[in-house]
């Protein structure tokens, strides 16, 4: 899998600010998904299907 420089770029900047305590877990995990979806990624088809998964399983749970 090639990793592109921009997905190296943001998961450098989410652990900076993970570890300096200015982002807390949920939101950095929120912010890693989004990030290699809008990248494009070898693995965004990955991440994609998981997201569409997860939003499934919640519509299902509030109907």
């Known amino acids: 899998m090639i990793v592109t420089a ?7 900047v989410i ?4 570890r300096s305590g200015r982002l807390h877990f949920g939101p950095g995990l ?6 290699f979806c809008l990248a ?12 569409v998964a997860c939003a499934s399983a919640l519509s ?4």
Request: aromatic share 4%.
């Open 6 to 12: 921009s997905a190296v770029v943001l998961l450098a």
């Open 15 to 18: 652990v900076v600010l993970l």
């Open 30 to 35: 929120a912010a890693l998904l989004l990030g």
């Open 40 to 51: 494009s990624t070898g693995a965004a088809p990955t991440v994609n299907r998981f997201l």
């Open 60 to 63: 299902k749970l509030t109907a």
